[in-house]
């Protein structure tokens, strides 16, 4: 069955970075794209980032653009976030997604916390 386990989150001061990773496991994972979201407190769930099946193409929410990257590896079927200069509105709990155009699936999410 798929599954998608993310890491990597914490506790980080305004303008600081952290790397999140999903390991996703239970589907060819080189035949997916994949997507990263977010849920802030209190609020529904944001786009935050996404990247087709080989890594050549990726996309970014405008909060985020020039901040964050995606990247995936497919040789380890994990995919990540390097987050940099983060803000306190990037706080939220973070997910790596997998449509396959049948199903949606997430992950469990890791929290990320922006505060100084």
């Known amino acids: 069955q798929v599954q998608l386990v993310e890491s990597g989150g914490g506790l980080v001061q305004p303008g600081g970075s952290l790397r999140l990773s999903c390991a996703a496991s239970?589907?060819?994972?080189?035949?997916?794209?994949m997507i990263w979201v977010r849920q802030a407190p209190g609020k529904g769930l944001e786009w935050v980032s996404d990247?087709?099946?080989?890594?050549?193409?990726?996309r970014y929410a405008d909060s985020v653009k020039g901040r964050f990257t995606i990247s995936r590896d497919n040789a380890k079927n994990m995919l990540y976030l390097q987050m940099n200069s983060l803000k306190p509105e990037d706080t939220a709990v973070y997910y790596c997604q997998l449509k396959t155009g049948r199903d949606d699936y997430w992950g469990q999410g890791t929290q990320v916390t922006v505060s100084s």
């Open positions: 990247i087709d099946s080989d890594g050549g193409w990726t």
């Open positions: 239970g589907f060819t994972f080189s035949s997916y794209g």
